[in-house]
């Protein structure tokens, strides 16, 4: 009696995970379907699951026809360097608010910790006009550097400086370091994989924003992905193979960041959330 | 850098040398490392947050168009704001989105973690298959929702039969947004339960087994009780999150019809951007930062009361 009810329950656990990863496979297995048939196969009266015939002309049209490239260009550009900016800046800050006594620590931290309550939609107005008065709209400074701002990485690394013991510092300090240098040559070398996991993190972050670039860029030369995608229409017109090549070809890098460094990304993920990897 | 690191670990590691520095003399050694490693952190962080922040309270304040202000008129975009029926519909809006997506995107997340969980060999494909949507772009999303909605060759209709047009159906735009949000976004919500399910002791189970527990019995009995803090604070961060829609409607569409999907942030957009109304498009925005810094205490408050 209990093995049975047991076994039921088994079944309907196989069952339901089946059940939800196809449903969750699908949308992506379906647009490479879609991707892969000639143009007029995805407008035709009958319904295939499967090309009748396999090409990738979708993908070579994407490529020529639009401004995917030079899209691919800016997002690889944009989010590299607001990974490398952000990882810069918020490794010193980390140090500065985990290790160095100095005065004003204690409201600068909280004020930095204020962010986190403030949501940046909210701020895009006068965001947007303070730019306008840099004169970087439309301007790779100004797709970055709002983006370099994040208390979250600095909360993560100031935690995890927290926890290297104090001896570390102490004997290096006791050897004639100066602080720049312990950060360097004592604290970055402990701080690997943490700031991996950071690092792809904020680069997944970057390849997908949508919002902020939506708001600073208007010249289609200076659209980055996700935003140069919503203008897709414009550019290849109602071709869905065409479209989604576009979209496959736009999700690959991430996709393919997330496949190879899959326990790296989830535990940035949930460090970057505030809680615990 | 890592050979510096080696070689202090090898000739200095072994003294202890666990004393406190004199404070007085180190706050003056690390005084000036110290503003040089903040001082490019808190200039970005002036220019582009603090600043905008307080910007954005004067904002509203003001009469002001997209570039330049004309006016200080008080509270006066707040009087307009508590009278304006669009704002309202926009917050409805806004809700009805968060209602619609808060519990299956927790609910569903939590099956997910629990299979994951359960399903050790098939752990990763489980786990990859559930979490990939969540690092794809949202126009990746949008265009592929778009792709299967369509009404007359998409595969939703094929499946379903005729040729409704779902994405400009009155009643069925914001569901059907709502529908695509919690594909793309369930994976989080799986990761953070999962978490919270691999922190509860092994030994609980073992315990709860011996004594004749089975399935739904031991779910309830410790796993539902270890996990509920976890959940609790999911779901309230689900719901900040769930509020602060903009990108999926406005591309799928664009807020229509009627402006049965406009959301409180397009309504934003759309004052500041379209309308140039700044100082009007500021007051939206407080008043949407203030219900989400009111949640988001809420949900603070929450969490520490449970842990």
């Given at each position: 009696m209990r093995n049975q009810s047991q076994l039921w329950w088994s079944i309907a656990a196989v069952a339901c995970a089946v059940l939800l990863a196809a449903l969750w496979a699908f949308p992506l297995l379906w647009a490479v379907s879609t991707a892969l048939r000639p143009e007029h196969e995805t407008v035709s009266a009958t319904f295939h699951w499967l090309p009748q015939v396999w090409t990738l002309d979708a993908f070579r049209k994407t490529l020529s026809a639009g401004n995917l490239p030079r899209w691919l260009f800016n997002s690889a550009l944009v989010s590299l360097l607001v990974t490398v900016v952000t990882m810069a800046i918020s490794l010193g800050a980390a140090y500065a608010f985990s290790q160095l006594r100095f005065r004003g620590r204690g409201i600068l931290f909280a004020l930095a910790m204020l962010?986190?309550?403030?949501?940046?939609?909210?701020?895009?107005v006068p965001l947007f006009r303070t730019m306008h008065q840099l004169g970087m709209i439309n301007s790779y400074a100004g797709l970055v550097l709002p983006q370099v701002v994040s208390p979250v990485v600095i909360y993560v690394f100031k935690q995890f400086f927290d926890q290297i013991p104090a001896d570390f510092r102490e004997a290096a300090v006791m050897d004639g370091a100066n602080p720049l240098r312990v950060l360097w040559s004592v604290y970055l070398p402990l701080s690997g994989n943490i700031v991996w996991a950071m690092a792809i993190v904020t680069f997944i972050g970057a390849w997908n924003n949508f919002l902020w670039p939506f708001i600073i860029v208007t010249s289609n030369d200076m659209m980055t992905i996700p935003l140069g995608l919503t203008q897709t229409y414009d550019a290849f017109g109602v071709r869905y193979a065409q479209l989604m090549a576009a979209a496959l070809i736009g999700a690959l890098p991430v996709g393919l960041a997330y496949v190879v460094f899959q326990r790296r990304v989830t535990q940035g993920f949930l460090a970057a959330s505030g809680l615990k990897a | 850098m890592s050979r510096g690191a080696a070689s202090l670990n090898q000739t200095q590691l072994p003294q202890p040398a666990s004393r406190p520095a004199p404070a007085g003399s180190s706050v003056r050694a690390e005084g000036l490392p110290a503003m040089l490693l903040l001082a490019p952190f808190v200039l970005a962080f002036l220019l582009f947050f603090l600043g905008p922040a307080l910007q954005t309270l004067y904002l509203s304040l003001t009469e002001s168009s997209l570039t330049r202000t004309s006016a200080f008129v008080g509270l006066a975009n707040y009087a307009t704001l508590v009278q304006d029926p669009s704002f309202w519909a926009s917050l409805g809006n806004t809700f009805y989105f968060a209602l619609l997506t808060v519990i299956p995107l927790t609910g569903i997340g939590l099956v997910m973690a629990l299979l994951v969980h359960r399903f050790v060999r098939a752990q990763s494909w489980l786990q990859g298959a559930f979490f990939?949507?969540?690092?794809?772009?949202i126009s990746v999303v949008t265009l592929i929702a778009d792709w299967m909605l369509q009404p007359s060759s998409g595969i939703i209709n094929h499946l379903v039969g005729g040729q409704r047009a779902w994405l400009s159906d009155v009643h069925w735009a914001l569901p059907v947004v709502a529908i695509g949000t919690v594909w793309w976004t369930v994976g989080f919500n799986m990761l953070m339960l999962l978490a919270g399910l691999r922190n509860i002791p092994a030994e609980q189970y073992e315990a709860a087994a011996l004594d004749g527990a089975r399935g739904f019995t031991l779910f309830r009995a410790i796993t539902w009780p270890a996990l509920k803090p976890v959940f609790g604070t999911a779901l309230l961060l689900q719901l900040i999150a769930s509020l602060k829609v903009f990108g999926q409607t406005y591309i799928?569409?664009?807020?229509?019809?009627?402006?049965?999907?406009?959301?409180t942030l397009h309504y934003m957009y759309e004052t500041a951007f379209t309308q140039s109304d700044a100082g009007y498009a500021a007051a939206v925005a407080m008043a949407f930062m203030f219900v989400v810094i009111a949640l988001t205490l809420v949900a603070r408050l929450v969490a520490k009361r449970s842990s």
């Open positions: 962010a986190f309550l403030l949501p940046f939609e909210a701020l895009l | 990939l949507p969540y690092v794809l772009p799928l569409t664009s807020g229509g019809p009627y402006n049965t999907s406009r959301v």
